[in-house]
């Protein structure tokens, strides 16, 4: 049996000797790489905290003592540790386990987690609780080098330092964000600091010094200014922390076990807030993730070469079928799949750049999967990557707009909730003609519940100024791409994370504002959709007409401005008119469409007897994760899944179709 399978929890740890933990290492290595190679998944960085890991919780007593992990996509070896063995095989798949730290799954997993950030502050929260309590758990936050960037993080250093609780960070530095390793000096230096000498010589110094007559406290002021210039001059990276008020140690080698060990057990005895600045590899232990750390950080990872084992799709070709898992051949078949709406929305963009040099590009860490690195590599100084800051990234492109540039902020729709009140405060109440990229939009699978992009368009549809347009195929995304570049307002434009229709190019023309499109005529039904839904509810429309039904479509392509005179007047005499949206039902686009319908029912009695069914993302709950065919298809978004919804509401409504359903089928 291997030493994994046979841990009963991270209790088990403590009594495995040096060789043992070593295999251990590579048994959860093994079994990472064989699990994601099927199942996709955040590969790298979970790779490269496995020894971090391992001594975490053989040093910590969890769930008693507790990890908060940020953002939480390397928690996978955490999860194997804690009783999820046997359902690792079902990582990110529908009713398996997720991809981030769920407390549904374990009373190992502190918080629900998925954006970057906000571990400090919640381990802070923790450590207050735990104080005014007056009991004694340890608190530990894994903080990446990235997350340690973003605004929410800075904060609750700030007050981290300020407070001085007791509370261990690990900062997880994986060579790609903080400063280089800064030598022997700055090992020795922290080696001094980790001691009990240390600890009690500084307090007790600065004792003595408080109690001599007339020179005491300038004494004690210049006794710490004295180390604080040695601490400065060893460990340049520790600088910000100690400045902060936070004992800084680093840096210490990630796949060490030994001096892991050694470091955390000790720092762990230390008052106050301590940060142990770890340096690890992203995808160590794996050849191929070493070498492409970006390829294999996201969800969506390369073909991996793991014999026996089936593979994900190409990263840049994300398989919108949500298949579970595909051969390597059926993977090279995959990357013939339609371009993405993503890498339709970059070529675009490179285009619209190359006769505008006021265009800009801004994203928050996310180069890649915005599509914004080709852009980056045609115009490098035009394009902005401000790290995981996204709050930042919408504020600096209001300032860009200001001083007269026109910029594009590509940025998940899920990670874009965190800057709303940029959104509201900044761009909209300047209005600024910044055009914000809402990728991701809709259903995005199997990362889940934290990261699905249903929120964003409830959210803003109640803001001033703010355009809010979203194609129903990638062809119309040019011409929305081009029309938000030609209008003065601020420009919301969502688009899924899907392949397209692969249809034939078009000459990208700008769509005036607020204008929709009637895709179909129809006497019975109206059928109106936002995005690309609307292809979906065009083969509902085809479904239903072949049992009688005539059927309307309308593709609204703008939520805001709503082209209310072309919805109502086509809704005039339908038994029915259905919205079709991926979006959360509640203050959304059907929302939008129903108080179109009443505020023209005021004046027109005619409308006020048409009855308006939404059909959406349903509220009240979050989406947990799956391939988007899955979850589409158990959330009834799928083709069949529309149709027998609106075959539910004519049964409950008691409607009859136009025209005679025997002479339907003989037709």
Same mark, same amino acid.
């Given at each position: ?12 740890? %403590? ?27 955040? *590969? ?13 919780? %053989? ?31 079902? =990582? ?12 549904? /799954? ?13 571990? =400090? ?49 690990? *900062? ?69 922390? /100690? ?130 690195? =080709? ?63 809402? !990728?991701?939009?809709? *259903? ?36 929305? *791409? ?64 072949? &049992? ?30 259905? &919205? ?49 065919? !899955? ?17 539910? &509401? ?8 136009? %025209? ?8």
């Amino acid at each position: 049996m291997s030493i994994l399978a046979s841990l009963t929890g991270p209790h088990d740890l %403590r009594a495995l000797d040096d060789e043992q933990l070593q295999t251990l290492c590579e048994e959860i290595r093994r079994t990472i790489v064989e699990t994601v190679a099927v199942t996709g998944g955040h *590969l790298g960085s979970s790779l490269g905290v496995v020894e971090l890991t391992v001594v975490l919780h %053989r040093l910590l007593e969890s769930p008693r003592d507790r990890i908060v992990w940020d953002t939480g996509h390397q928690a996978y070896p955490h999860k194997l540790l804690t009783g999820r063995l046997e359902r690792f095989p079902t =990582l990110r798949q529908l009713g398996g386990i997720g991809g981030f730290p769920r407390r549904s /799954e374990s009373e190992h997993d502190v918080m629900d987690g998925g954006h970057a950030g906000t571990g =400090l502050s919640v381990a802070q929260g923790l450590a207050a609780a735990r104080d005014l309590r007056g009991t004694h758990e340890r608190i530990v936050a894994v903080v990446g080098d990235a997350a340690l960037m973003s605004g929410l993080a800075l904060e609750a250093l700030n007050d981290i330092g300020q407070r001085q609780m007791n509370l261990l960070i690990v *900062l997880n530095d994986n060579e790609m964000s903080i400063s280089p390793t800064v030598g022997a000096l700055s090992n020795y230096l922290s080696a001094i600091k980790l001691s009990q000498a240390w600890q009690t010589t500084k307090a007790g110094y600065d004792a003595f010094l408080e109690h001599m007559p007339i020179v005491g406290s300038a004494a004690v002021e210049l006794s710490r200014r004295a180390r604080k210039s040695v601490v400065n001059f060893a460990q340049q990276p520790g600088h910000l922390f /100690e400045d902060l008020g936070i004992t800084y140690i680093g840096v210490v080698p990630g796949h060490d076990l030994g001096v892991l060990t050694s470091t955390l057990r000790r720092a762990l005895r230390l008052e106050g807030p301590v940060l142990v600045h770890v340096r690890t590899q992203t995808g160590h232990g794996y050849e191929p993730a070493e070498a492409d750390q970006v390829g294999f950080h996201g969800a969506a990872l390369p073909p991996m070469d793991v014999p026996g084992i089936t593979t994900r799709p190409p990263v840049d070709q994300p398989n919108g079928d949500g298949d579970a898992t595909l051969s390597v051949a059926q993977a090279a078949a995959a990357a013939r799949k339609p371009p993405t709406y993503t890498s339709v929305m970059a070529q675009e963009l490179l285009e619209i750049a190359a006769g505008d040099p006021r265009v800009v590009a801004i994203t928050a860490g996310m180069p890649t999967g915005t599509g914004l690195h =080709l852009f980056q590599g045609a115009y490098p100084d035009r394009f902005f990557d401000v790290g995981i800051a996204e709050p930042h990234a919408v504020t600096l492109a209001t300032g860009m707009a200001l001083g007269g540039l026109r910029p594009f902020v590509a940025i998940y729709s899920t990670f874009l909730q965190r800057a709303f009140d940029q959104t509201v405060h900044d761009v909209c109440q300047n209005d600024q003609p910044v055009v914000i990229g809402v !990728d991701r939009a809709g *259903l995005v699978g199997e990362d889940g519940t934290s990261h699905q992009g249903m929120f964003t368009l409830p959210a803003q549809r109640q803001l001033p100024n703010l355009v809010i347009a979203s194609p129903k195929d990638e062809q119309e995304l040019r011409r929305l *791409l081009r029309t938000a570049f030609a209008q003065p307002h601020p420009f919301a434009l969502h688009y899924p994370r899907d392949p397209g229709q692969d249809l034939p190019a078009v000459q990208p023309t700008a769509i005036p504002v607020g204008e929709a499109e009637l895709l179909r005529e129809g006497h019975d039904l109206l059928f109106v959709g936002f995005g690309p839904i609307v292809m979906r509810a065009l083969a509902v429309a085809d479904a239903l007409e072949a &049992t009688g039904w005539s059927v309307g479509v309308i593709n609204a392509r703008f939520v805001q401005p709503l082209d209310e005179a072309l919805i109502v007047r086509h809704a005039l005499g339908k038994q029915l008119v259905v &919205t079709f949206e991926e979006s959360v039902e509640a203050g959304g686009f059907g929302s939008a469409v129903l108080e179109a319908m009443a505020r023209a029912g005021l004046s027109d009695a005619r409308v006020r007897g048409v009855p308006v069914r939404i059909i959406g993302i349903p509220a009240g709950h979050f989406v947990d994760h799956g391939s988007v065919a !899955d979850l589409r298809r158990t959330l009834l978004l799928d083709p069949a899944g529309l149709e027998s919804q609106v075959r539910e &509401t004519i049964a409950e409504l008691g409607i009859v179709p136009s %025209r005679p359903v025997v002479e339907a089928r003989s037709a």
